[in-house]
């Protein structure tokens, strides 16, 4: 019994020295879709303050609004992040239009970088 705790530190130890070792994670070509209630929840955590998370808005691709997530994970003090996303369609009209408003806001300063 006394066994088990140990190897299973082992194996934790051993996954954060080959966590350091890894690339920073690019982002996959589909992201995760998720329902629309809980797009909307993440969705209103955007621009927020916090200390362990962040979440940003990226864009909408193929008719897909896109999400950013990430979060810090306390063994390793490094950053994990994820790609979520929902079809536009599926939004309640009021954040289809805070999306369309954000991607003309996207838009505008990829123009103006220019």
Do not use: H, Y
Not at 83 to 109: C, F, H, M, Q, Y
């Amino acid at each position: 019994m006394k066994i088990l705790p140990c190897v299973l530190l082992g194996l934790t130890i051993l996954g954060m020295s080959q966590a350091k070792d890894q690339e920073v994670a690019k982002p996959p070509l589909k992201p995760e879709i998720i329902k629309a209630d809980v797009f909307e929840k993440r969705f209103a955590r955007v621009g927020m303050a916090e200390t362990m998370q962040t979440t940003e808005f990226v864009g909408v691709v193929d008719g897909v609004a896109i999400l950013k997530v990430g979060d810090m994970n306390l063994l390793t003090k490094g950053w994990r992040e994820k790609w979520i996303g929902t079809p536009v369609a599926d939004l309640n009209p009021a954040l289809r239009s805070e999306i369309e408003k954000r991607v003309a806001e996207i838009r505008a300063k990829q123009k103006a970088d220019e």
